[in-house]
């Protein structure tokens, strides 16, 4: 008999851990991006259409170009919204704590800058992670009288807050540099290996389970798992090389598992096969928020784009979405395996971008194998199914959280009284007022 206080496996545990003041910190935070996320999505679709079109090159590689100097500042945002956030709940200026958050990943960036690879995997980590140890750091440093460098009596509000956030904002910029500078003599931190070669593919099912998750995981820390799986995908897209050639010879494929299948199946509408959380909205949630953001991201997710789920909904570091974000990847993965290796669809052929669009990348992958679009469709189906249920479950708890409301919590006057202190009495123009008067 089913109990009344039963819910999803893990659900109660995660809701809890996604209740932290931390995380909320970042999901709040990360909500901000929602507008510049969008903005260069709608580039790199520009840039997509723009060369299906026939355009000129030049429209392409400016519309291209836009896409991708928006998204290298992403990281800059992303620190700067978190630490602004925590800078609330800590009670410390926001904006200085701010725009010192943004400096500790430009001090990252440059670091890494000779790790090409390691900076693209760990700079956007670093920009979540940084602030979450680098603002409460400041915040008790900045409660040492020895770290003030003013008095309220000398200056006004904001700018003692500013000042006195100094000395704080220099001991951890100078931890920061001392960790990055030892986490450098790690060879494996510096240069990422590949766990597994091509001579490993022979147990295609444990290593789609690998890749699968691990890419989910990094991208639920906030990891960019684009990058931090790339030489893993190097082999996966080898392995569609050696079936091209096998083709062509006449011989039987070697490779069922390859980048190929991963792209068009496993991750369909971007990371966590995201497509599916999508639909899965749209289909069964009623909450007008959530489905305002599904229908932002359902033409993004046509072209496996899938930043504005992860940003604002958001997937990263929200524990409620962790399971079937690693599920239906995986999921994905066996199903297609087990149908290419019955003979129902060929295996990739040809390597494709990875912003082609859903079911073209399919059938182009193939070489014009409508069972791959066919098999497609059965897996967004599939995913949707997983996704569901646990889209209800976050819809109900929305719904009885607002049913409560503590006044003692309502940050309204707190928030009006931040904003009066930008405009409070300022001790340097009120003694110009009193010299003029005089």
């Known amino acids: 008999m089913r109990q009344p206080g039963f819910k999803l496996f893990f659900t109660h545990r995660l809701a809890l851990l996604a209740g932290a003041e931390s995380l909320r910190s970042i999901r709040e ?12 999505a709608v580039f790199l679709i520009a840039a997509q259409c723009a060369q299906a079109l026939g355009a000129p090159s030049a429209l392409v590689d400016l519309l291209a170009g836009l896409h991708n100097r928006i998204s290298s500042i992403i990281p800059l945002l992303v620190a700067a919204s978190i630490g602004y956030m925590l800078a609330i709940q800590y009670r410390l200026p926001q904006l200085p704590v701010a725009f010192l ?37 400041m915040a008790w440093l900045h409660r040492r009288r020895w770290t003030r460098l003013v008095d309220e009596g000398l200056v006004g509000h904001n700018l003692k807050g500013t000042i006195n956030m100094v000395l704080p904002g220099v001991l951890t910029s100078l931890v920061l540099v001392a960790v990055l500078q030892l986490l450098l003599q790690i060879h494996d931190f510096a240069y990422i290996q590949r766990p597994i070669d091509i001579d490993s593919l022979d147990h295609p099912y444990l290593n789609a389970i690998f890749l699968t998750s691990t890419n989910s995981l990094f991208w639920f820390f906030g990891i960019h798992g684009t990058y931090a799986m790339q030489p893993l995908m190097e082999v996966m897209d080898q392995a569609v090389t050696l079936n091209a050639a096998d083709h062509a010879a006449g011989q039987p494929l070697r490779f069922a598992l390859n980048s190929g299948l991963l792209g068009c199946f496993a991750f369909i509408g971007g990371s966590g096969g995201s497509l599916a959380l999508v639909l899965a909205i749209l289909g069964f949630s009623r909450n007008h ?13 046509l072209f496996n784009v899938n930043e504005l789920l992860l940003f604002g909904l958001p997937i990263i570091l929200n524990p409620r979405l962790l399971v079937p974000f690693m599920l239906v990847p995986m999921v994905n993965a066996c199903l297609a395996l087990v149908v290419v290796q019955l003979g129902w669809v060929s295996p990739a052929l040809v390597s494709v971008p990875f912003t082609s669009p859903v079911l073209l990348n399919a059938y182009l992958s193939t070489q014009g194998d409508w069972g791959a679009v066919l098999l497609q469709l059965v897996l967004l189906g599939v995913g949707t199914l997983i996704y569901m249920p646990y889209v209800r479950s976050i819809q109900r708890q929305g719904e009885r959280s607002e049913q409560v409301y503590l006044k003692t ?4 006057f ?3 009284e931040e904003r009066g202190r930008l405009f409070e009495l300022d001790p340097v123009v009120a003694a110009y007022k009193q010299t003029a008067r005089q």
């Not at 928020?289 to 997710?301: E, I, N, T």
């Open 29 to 40: 935070g990360l909500l901000w991006l929602l507008p510049c996320l969008l903005v260069s």
């Open 414 to 416: 707190r928030g009006l």
């Open 101 to 137: 958050c943004l400096s500790h990943v430009v001090i990252a960036i440059y670091l890494l800058r000779d790790y090409p690879l390691a900076s693209a995997t760990f700079v956007l980590f670093i920009a979540i992670a940084s602030p979450l140890v680098n603002v409460p750091t």
């Open 289 to 301: 928020s959530m489905r305002l953001l599904a229908l932002a991201s359902l033409a993004l997710s």
């Open 409 to 412: 919590f309502d940050t309204t």
